[in-house]
């Protein structure tokens, strides 16, 4: 079975419009005992999976207690993250991961899907503006 996302159209100031791979996800709060569904960018290049800070209030993550503080890098630089201490449920469709997670500290990044725990974990395939997951 495969599941299969439509990359989104974005602008962009360098190329006037650019598609890219986003997939709903679902993370579970275990402090409010709901499934929270975040449009994510899937990228691999992203060591692990990242939400903007804003996700924390509403997945019940206190950062303080929950998290433990450290700094990561990419192209835009350095930065403050929380990573979580425990992994997380993760859902694409039917098929749930345990992940890690970070929060960053700032909401100016879109969330990012990584590899560790869930892209690793599919088959994925980019073509012709379409994302496919399969299970390995």
């Given at each position: 079975?495969?599941?299969?996302?439509t990359f989104r159209e974005e602008p962009s100031s360098m190329f006037g419009s650019v598609h890219r791979p986003y997939?709903?996800?679902?993370?579970?709060?275990?402090k409010r005992k709901?499934?929270?569904?975040?449009?994510?960018?899937?990228?691999?290049?992203?060591?692990?999976?990242?939400?903007?800070?804003?996700?924390a209030n509403r997945l019940g993550i206190?950062?303080?207690?929950?998290?433990?503080?450290?700094?990561?890098?990419?192209?835009?630089?350095?930065?403050?993250?929380?990573?979580?201490?425990?992994?997380?449920?993760a859902k694409i469709n039917t098929w749930e991961r345990k992940v890690p997670l970070g929060i960053l500290d700032s909401?100016?990044?879109?969330?990012?899907?990584?590899?560790?725990?869930?892209?690793e974990?599919?088959?994925v395939t980019f073509h012709k503006h379409v994302t496919i997951f399969e299970d390995k």
């Open positions: 079975m495969a599941f299969k996302f997939a709903p996800v679902l993370f579970w709060s275990e709901r499934w929270l569904r975040v449009f994510m960018l899937v990228d691999t290049g992203a060591d692990y999976t990242i939400l903007p800070k804003r996700y206190n950062l303080s207690e929950d998290t433990a503080r450290r700094s990561t890098s990419g192209v835009g630089g350095s930065t403050a993250i929380y990573i979580l201490r425990n992994t997380i449920r909401n100016s990044i879109p969330p990012l899907l990584g590899r560790q725990g869930f892209l974990t599919f088959k």
